[in-house]
């Protein structure tokens, strides 16, 4: 498949960790993107009907290559995997697929949406909301723990001895868990010593939210 020249667009947040995951798969596949911000917190631009035309879940990131817009960053994710092989991000073997696949959808399915922002109207004040958000990425990042110290051991990666989609979806959230929701990780340290090695990438590094950040407040 011919891959058109122009340059992606991401829709995102600074503080978003979907925005991260993709952002730090454009930056891992080398491909040239503009960032434009959509503010899911202050501004709530997400609410906007222009918007809505771009994701119709109303929520950030949101993807433009290669003359289409995909929403939801797993198929984001799948999409560059697809059409951009090189270098690639998940391992050769079915059972490393596996397995990264265990601690992607741990953070994707099992944390990320129970912590989102967006839920915080559905409860009746801010304690509940925290409490509930707390208790999720707590029971989550235990699961992380026991998963990771299975696959990880001595290395740098989540899974095998590659950068792969599993190092792209826990390094987001485990900065929100740490950032937003002050949870103290240091339980966790086979969570830690990967979280802390990965930021040094530069995958990580270059994608960083606090980069992004600068120029959208
Ligand atoms: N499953 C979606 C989740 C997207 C999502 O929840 N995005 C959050 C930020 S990480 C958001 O836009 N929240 C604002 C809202 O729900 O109003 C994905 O992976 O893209």
């Known amino acids: 498949m011919a891959i058109p020249a122009e340059r992606a667009v991401l829709y995102a947040f600074w503080?978003?960790?979907?925005?991260?995951?993709?952002?730090?798969?454009?930056?891992a596949k080398r491909l040239s993107f503009e960032e434009r911000s959509i503010d899911i917190v202050k501004q709530k631009q997400q609410k906007t009907e222009s918007y809505r035309v771009i994701c119709p879940s109303q929520k950030v990131p949101a993807l433009v290559i290669d003359g289409v817009t995909l929403v939801e960053s797993m198929a984001m994710l799948q999409y560059l995997e697809?059409?951009?092989?090189?270098?690639?991000?998940?391992?050769?073997?079915?059972?490393?697929?596996?397995?990264?696949?265990?601690?992607?959808?741990?953070?994707v399915a099992g944390i990320q949406p129970l912590q989102n922002v967006g839920l915080r109207g559905s409860f009746e004040d801010e304690a509940h909301y925290t409490k509930f958000v707390r208790h999720w990425t707590v029971r989550g990042l235990e699961t992380l723990e026991e998963l990771l110290s299975r696959t990880a051991r001595d290395r740098m990666y989540c899974v095998g001895n590659q950068l792969t989609y599993a190092d792209i979806c826990l390094v987001p959230q485990v900065y929100n868990a740490v950032g937003r929701h002050n949870i103290n990780i240091s339980t966790y340290p086979t969570v830690v010593r990967l979280y802390e090695a990965l930021l040094k990438d530069n995958v990580f590094a270059a994608s960083h939210p606090e980069k992004v950040k600068i120029g959208t407040q």
């Open 15 to 27: 503080a978003s960790s979907c925005s991260w995951r993709v952002r730090a798969a454009l930056v």
């Open 82 to 107: 697809d059409t951009r092989p090189q270098p690639s991000l998940a391992p050769s073997t079915p059972l490393l697929r596996a397995r990264m696949r265990e601690i992607v959808e741990t953070v």
